[in-house]
């Protein structure tokens, strides 16, 4: 069964950091791009940042530029975000999903729009709050 379960969440005050962690069953991250989305209360869910199969290739929402990092560690079968200096407009549930598209995998590329996104978790909440 494909499966993504993000955990690592909770309650931080502004400039605060959290690390979430995104673990697959069932399948190989090995071979999938993989993407951070996050969605606020009444809002559509927006990507935050992605990174390639391999990892050499990221990108950054600009709005956490500078202040998160995507890595991955195949091997664990798990792709990270270290997000620092909260600020309480991260304030979300954040998705790790999977990009299943293999000219993303062969151009080792990734993206950020969620109707590219395939296999999502079922969300880990993040409050930065004093």
């Known amino acids: 069964q494909f499966q993504l379960v993000e955990s690592g969440g909770g309650l931080v005050q502004p400039g605060g950091s959290l690390r979430l962690s995104c673990t697959a069953s069932g399948f190989t991250l090995n071979y999938y791009s993989m993407t951070w989305f996050r969605r606020a209360p009444g809002e559509e869910p927006a990507g935050v940042s992605c990174i390639s199969s391999s990892g050499s290739t990221t990108n950054y929402a600009d709005s956490v530029k500078g202040r998160f990092t995507i890595s991955r560690d195949n091997a664990k079968n798990t792709v990270y975000l270290q997000m620092n200096s909260l600020k309480p407009e991260d304030t979300a549930v954040y998705y790790c999903?999977?990009?299943?598209?293999?000219?993303?995998?062969?151009?080792?590329?990734?993206?950020?729009?969620?109707?590219?996104?395939?296999?999502w978790g079922q969300g880990t909440q993040v409050t930065v709050s004093s």
């Open positions: 999903a999977a990009d299943t598209d293999p000219a993303i995998y062969y151009s080792d590329s990734c993206r950020t729009s969620r109707y590219d996104a395939e296999h």
